[in-house]
């Protein structure tokens, strides 16, 4: 007994055209992201690392050392 798809499920030949959609579409001229939440995660950690180095030197400075 074969198991059927699913009707919510996109067929292979919608999966493949969409596929090839996206290869399709190019980056902006300038940009060194290909994926939004990669830029995203990007900046977050860029924000989190500049902040802890403020932090830490605020803390030193307190410190005395």
Do not use: C, N
């Not at 090839?20 to 992201?33: L, N, Y």
């Not at 939004?36 to 307190?62: E, S």
């Amino acid at each position: 007994m074969a198991l059927r798809r699913p009707s919510f499920l996109p067929s292979l030949d919608e999966l493949e055209q969409q596929a090839q959609d996206r290869s399709a579409q190019t980056a902006r001229k300038g940009s060194q992201f290909d994926h939004p939440t990669a830029k995203y995660l990007f900046v977050v950690m860029l924000a989190v690392t500049v902040v802890a180095h403020v932090v830490a030197g605020v803390v030193f400075l307190v410190m005395g050392h």
